[in-house]
T-cell receptor, first 116, second 112 residues
């Protein structure tokens, strides 16, 4: 079974802090994704990466950056946290499309982040 | 552009009732279609998938058939249990990098 592990289930930070959310997958997947999930808004894609050191903006990248130095690890960075970034953050990974069509994504359990 | 529309919740049923959650999509060509489930306090889990027209995905008693003529992928279960209470997301994937477009989710509650 694919295992996607997010470093924290709950995190509380203060406005203006630099926040790191870490995600590790153990199945050698090429693609990794960061989403945020808010009531009434569903899942929104923040950033994704299809290879080491490669990244692409999703639908709501403002206020966030990402880092992918190793294939198994994808970090989400809040450069200067703000209260409107309080949310549930979900990491996911998938095989590349070349593995045979459109591949499903496998999700971690999420990090519930509160910015005070 | 590509999009997914699913029925709004919450949906409340009694145990052993028949379940249908409607999902329709808009996409050119032949996307892959998925149903994901999110139990309270957890991330999303893949429930079932279908990759071409007339494919039927099934898992844990749930089924969905890829209907290209009606651009639909409705989720069904013949007899729901309390443990099926969760949020269900319909989704499609098309194009590079396996990006997935999710519906807004349908919350399902099952009464004992």
């Amino acid at each position: 079974d694919v295992k996607v592990t997010q470093s924290s289930r709950y995190l509380v930070k203060r406005t203006g802090e630099k926040v790191f959310l870490e995600c590790v997958q153990d199945m050698d997947h090429e693609n990794m994704f960061w989403y945020r999930q808010d009531p009434g808004l569903g899942l929104r894609l923040i950033y994704f990466s299809y290879d080491v050191k490669m990244k692409e903006k999703g639908d709501i990248p403002e206020g966030y950056s990402v880092s992918r130095e190793k294939k198994e690890r994808f970090s989400l960075i809040l450069e200067s946290a703000s209260t409107n970034q309080t949310s549930m953050y979900l990491c996911a990974s998938s095989l590349s499309q070349g593995a045979g069509g459109n591949q499903p994504q496998h999700f971690g359990d999420g990090t519930r982040l509160s910015i005070l | 552009g590509n999009s997914v529309t699913q029925m709004e919740g919450p949906v409340t049923l009694s145990e052993e009732a028949f379940l249908t959650i409607n999902c329709t999509y808009t996409a050119t060509g032949y996307p892959s279609l998925f149903w994901y489930v999110q139990y309270p306090g957890e991330g999303l889990q893949l429930l079932l998938k279908a990759t071409k027209a007339d494919d039927k995905g099934s898992n844990k008693g749930f089924e969905a058939t890829y209907r290209k003529e009606t651009t639909s992928f409705h989720l069904e279960k013949g007899s729901v249990q309390v443990s099926d209470s969760a949020v269900y997301f319909c989704a499609l994937s098309k194009g590079s990098a396996s990006k997935i477009i999710f519906g807004s989710g349908t919350r399902l509650s099952i009464r004992p």
